[in-house]
């Protein structure tokens, strides 16, 4: 029988909630540090960083590497092994340590299964109750990697405490005020990030501009042009339509733009002799490229042609040494199977030596004609014939003979005896069979023993005897009526 629990969680994690009930009597300091902890929200974001299939699961690692972990104690604490709680089924929770005694932190893991070689080694301080195994079940069942960790690990959200054995913990911070700690701290991150922006923005022209960047498109930047000005040779610079009056006038021609102006003519004056020079030879060359074209097509015509017929020959060539090659295959082939003779097998081997007379030899062959067969019994039944009979008395007949006559015939007896060894092949041929006359007793003795009984004739019998029976029973009553009467 189990023992009592005080004390109950709810670890709320990714994969379900999973309801556990606390050992506090047995491991009270076990149990205080796991509480406090969750308190003081150590466990919220932890993730499941070690899965062993069908013997455990382990968390309350922050850094989520299994080699992190700190105490409520700030130091390592002792084992509580109690001699009545073992891991002997599944959803079991105990805390895991560093491989070596007392060396407990946040760390703690629950088992899929019976485990007895954690016995005497990890502190045993609550269970899984109610349908929540399922969801330890189903973090068992993740998928991991070779290291035994998860690919994508479960993580713990948040740990609600239903029933607090120790009502005097303090914790050094509450799960509330740490969250609320963390709230701030990301909204001080997002500001600061979002000051930087617009410190360091500047609007990058060679991207393009979706939707609301259109919409908060600034306007066109109009710059203005400086007038071009000598201060030191105008008295009142503010004068610009002066100056720009006098930068405006065209200067004056000189002599080597007048040169260039002439050659310009003299090439215009020249241009329409070469056009009507180079109008004349494109004619020609059209002439002379159109005859190049055809004759660059009858070439590729017959260079065509003959990569056709070659490749024809060719192929007529292929199919000429596949049929000689195949030919080749097939008389090999038989070749082979001429001189490859089927190996018998030696059961094959001691049936040919029984097989004579048999016929098993001949199969294959037409059957042998019934006539020998006819012709073997009608010489058989001839030699019966012509052998003679004696017709010799039955031996109950034969007189027995006495004295010398006795001798005689038991020596001779014995002589046959000792001559048995002599066979006969045609002695048979001249014997008779013989019964004894007069077996009349016989037969009288075989039809009292062995009477044959006809169940109809029994019934039949039976019938007749009770139609006698009450023909008597009817004459008798007759005659006594009539006796009555007179």
Same mark, same amino acid.
């Given at each position: 029988?189990?023992?009592?629990t005080?004390?109950?969680?709810?670890?709320?994690?990714?994969?379900?909630?999973?309801?556990?009930?606390?050992?506090?009597k047995?491991?009270?300091?076990?149990?205080?540090?796991?509480?406090?902890?969750?308190?003081?929200?150590?466990?919220?974001?932890?993730?499941?960083?070690r899965?062993?299939?069908?013997?455990l699961?382990?968390?309350?690692?922050?850094?989520?590497?299994?080699?992190?972990?700190e105490?409520?104690?700030?130091?390592?604490?002792?084992?509580?092994?109690?001699?009545?709680?073992?891991?002997?089924?599944?959803?079991?929770?105990?805390?895991?340590?560093?491989?070596?005694?007392?060396?407990?932190?946040?760390?703690?893991?629950?088992?899929l299964?019976?485990?007895d070689?954690?016995?005497?080694?990890?502190?045993?301080?609550?269970?899984?109750?109610?349908?929540t195994?399922?969801?330890?079940?189903?973090?068992?069942e993740?998928?991991?990697?070779?290291?035994?960790?998860?690919?994508?690990?479960?993580?713990?959200?948040?740990?609600?405490?239903?029933?607090?054995?120790?009502?005097?913990?303090?914790?050094?911070?509450?799960?509330?005020?740490?969250?609320?700690q963390?709230?701030?701290?990301?909204?001080?991150?997002?500001?600061?990030?979002?000051?930087?922006?617009?410190?360091?923005?500047?609007?990058d022209?060679?991207?393009?501009?979706?939707?609301g960047?259109?919409?908060?498109?600034?306007?066109?930047?109009?710059?203005?042009?400086k007038?071009?000005?000598?201060?030191?040779?105008?008295?009142?610079?503010?004068?610009?339509?002066?100056?720009? @009056?006098?930068i *405006? +006038?065209? /200067?004056?021609? &000189? !002599? $080597?733009?007048?040169?260039?102006?002439?050659?310009?003519? #003299? =090439?215009?004056?020249?241009?329409?002799?070469s056009? @009507?020079?180079? *109008? +004349?030879k /494109?004619?020609? &060359? !059209? $002439?002379?490229?159109?005859?190049?074209?055809t004759?660059? #097509? =009858?070439?590729?015509?017959?260079?065509?042609?003959?990569q056709?017929? *070659?490749?024809?020959?060719?192929?007529?060539?292929?199919?000429?040494?596949?049929?000689?090659?195949?030919? #080749?295959?097939?008389?090999?082939?038989?070749?082979?199977?001429?001189?490859?003779?089927?190996?018998?097998?030696l059961?094959?081997?001691?049936?040919?030596?029984y097989?004579?007379?048999?016929?098993?030899?001949?199969?294959?062959?037409?059957?042998?004609?019934?006539?020998?067969?006819?012709?073997?019994?009608?010489?058989?039944?001839?030699?019966?014939?012509s052998?003679?009979?004696?017709?010799?008395?039955?031996?109950?007949?034969?007189?027995?003979?006495?004295?010398?006559?006795?001798?005689?015939?038991?020596?001779?007896?014995?002589?046959?005896?000792?001559?048995?060894?002599?066979?006969?092949?045609?002695?048979?041929?001249?014997?008779?069979?013989?019964?004894?006359?007069?077996?009349?007793?016989?037969?009288?003795k075989?039809?009292?023993e062995?009477?044959?009984?006809?169940?109809r004739?029994?019934?039949?019998?039976?019938?007749?005897?009770?139609?006698?029976?009450?023909r008597?029973?009817?004459?008798?009553?007759?005659?006594?009526?009539?006796?009555?009467?007179?």
């Open positions: 029988m189990a023992l009592p005080k004390g109950r969680v709810i670890v709320e994690t990714t994969a379900g909630e999973v309801d556990i009930e606390l050992w506090s047995e491991t009270p300091k076990t149990c205080r540090n796991f509480l406090a902890l969750a308190m003081e929200g150590y466990y919220d974001g932890v993730i499941f960083h899965i062993v299939p069908d013997f699961v382990q968390t309350g690692d922050r850094t989520g590497t299994g080699a992190g972990g105490s409520f104690y700030g130091e390592p604490f002792e084992d509580e092994i109690h001699p009545r709680l073992r891991f002997v089924h599944r959803g079991l929770v105990g805390m895991a340590n560093n491989g070596t005694k007392n060396s407990n932190d946040s760390q703690f893991f629950i088992t299964n019976r485990a070689e954690l016995n005497g080694k990890h502190t045993l301080f609550g269970r899984v109750v109610g349908d195994i399922f969801n330890v079940l189903k973090i068992g993740m998928e991991i990697d070779a290291n035994e960790r998860p690919v994508y690990p479960p993580k713990i959200k948040r740990i609600r405490i239903i029933d607090n054995p120790f009502p005097d913990i303090v914790p050094r911070i509450t799960a509330e005020e740490k969250r609320a963390q709230r701030a701290r990301e909204q001080a991150q997002r500001e600061r990030e979002e000051e930087q922006r617009r410190r360091g923005a500047k609007k022209v060679k991207l393009l501009s979706f939707g960047e259109e919409e908060a498109e600034e306007e066109p930047v109009v710059f203005k042009k007038p071009i000005v000598r201060p030191d040779l105008v008295d009142n610079p503010e004068l610009p339509a002066t100056i720009s @009056s006098i *405006s +006038e065209p /200067p004056a021609p &000189k !002599a $080597k733009d007048k040169e260039k102006e002439r050659s310009h003519k #003299r =090439e215009r004056t020249e241009e329409p002799e056009r @009507s020079q180079q *109008s +004349e /494109p004619e020609k &060359k !059209a $002439k002379k490229d159109d005859s190049d074209i004759k660059i #097509r =009858e070439k590729h015509e017959r260079e065509k042609a003959a056709s017929n *070659s490749r024809q020959a060719e192929i007529e060539k292929m199919e000429a040494e596949i049929r000689k090659l195949t030919r #080749r295959g097939e008389e090999s082939d038989e070749d082979e199977r001429a001189k490859k003779k089927p190996k018998k097998s059961l094959e081997e001691e049936m040919a030596k097989a004579k007379g048999r016929g098993l030899h001949k199969k294959g062959k037409a059957k042998k004609d019934e006539g020998d067969v006819l012709a073997a019994l009608n010489s058989f039944r001839n030699k019966l014939k052998t003679a009979i004696e017709d010799s008395p039955p031996p109950e007949q034969q007189e027995k003979p006495t004295g010398e006559g006795a001798e005689a015939v038991g020596a001779a007896g014995a002589q046959e005896e000792e001559s048995l060894e002599v066979d006969n092949d045609t002695g048979f041929l001249g014997h008779a069979l013989h019964f004894p006359k007069g077996n009349e007793e016989e037969v009288l075989a039809e009292r062995y009477e044959v009984i006809d169940p004739q029994r019934g039949a019998r039976a019938k007749e005897e009770e139609r006698e029976r009450k008597a029973m009817k004459a008798k009553d007759i005659t006594g009526g009539r006796g009555f009467r007179r």
